[in-house]
T-cell receptor, first 112, second 114 residues
Framework: KQEVTQIPAALSVPEGENLVLNCSFT??????LQWFRQDPGKGLTSLLLIQSSQREQTSGRLNASLDKSSGRSTLYIAASQPGDSATYLCAVKGGGADGLTFGKGTHLIIQP | NAGVTQTPKFQVLKTGQSMTLQCAQDMNHNSMYWYRQDPGMGLRLIYY???????DKGEVPNGYNVSRLNKREFSLRLESAAPSQTSVYFC?????????????FGPGTRLTVT
């Protein structure tokens, strides 16, 4: 059974810092990996999708990498802002038609 | 283009009551999913529908039933609610294909069972 782990569980940093969130998964036979953002009491917003054949994806200040063979992904946030404060979720899609397997998330606070 | 919509947003039930959570998407996606999110557990898949007319169990299907009414709509029914079903429920959809596409999520339904 696929398991997804996110480290750290919580992170608090001053505004302006660059930071890295980590995600690891136990079964490397994935189709894609998706990073989400979740604000308190809200739904999930998709940030980046990396297909299994890709090594990285970028969107603005966000960069996600994927090392499928080692079962790892990182989300890099450049020049962090207070508005980046949220919970960040990593999820993998395996073979078949079923859904995503999620990590428990990293709760990020950016201090002004 | 509303994306994925869910109704209701909030609901309080007594133990043993039944209810149906509604989900609709306007992106012409083939696949739809129901997840629940509990503190400390992350999101877990309840049921999914790969295409209109098909449904399958996910990781935590007990106590739930689903109906894929048409390509747009996928409902989740609790026949006899239990306190253990207190959770936030999310519906999602995606385009199917050899390499599955990005999943889009609705805003969630916050359910409390007393």
């Amino acid at each position: 059974k696929q398991e997804v782990t996110q480290i750290p569980a919580a992170l608090s940093v001053p505004e302006g810092e660059n930071l890295v969130l980590n995600c690891s998964f136990t079964d490397s036979a994935i189709y894609n990996l998706q990073w989400f953002r979740q604000d308190p009491g809200k739904g999930l917003t998709s940030l980046l999708l990396i297909q299994s054949s890709q090594r990285e994806q970028t969107s603005g200040r966000l960069n996600a990498s994927l090392d499928k063979s080692s079962g790892r992904s990182t989300l890099y946030i450049a020049a962090s802002q207070p508005g980046d404060s949220a919970t960040y979720l990593c999820a993998v899609k395996g073979g078949g038609a079923d859904g995503l397997t999620f990590g428990k998330g990293t709760h990020l606070i950016i201090q002004p | 283009n509303a994306g994925v919509t869910q109704t209701p947003k909030f609901q309080v039930l007594k133990t043993g009551q039944s209810m149906t959570l509604q989900c609709a998407q306007d992106m012409n996606h083939n696949s739809m999913y129901w997840y629940r999110q509990d503190p400390g557990m992350g999101l877990r898949l309840i049921y999914y529908s790969a295409s209109e007319g098909t449904t399958d169990k996910g990781e935590v299907p007990n106590g739930y039933n689903v109906s894929r009414l048409n390509k747009r709509e996928f409902s989740l029914r609790l026949e006899s609610a239990a306190p253990s079903q207190t959770s936030v429920y999310f519906c999602a959809s995606s385009e199917a294909g050899f390499s599955p596409r990005e999943q889009y999520f609705g805003p969630g339904t916050r359910l409390t069972v007393t």
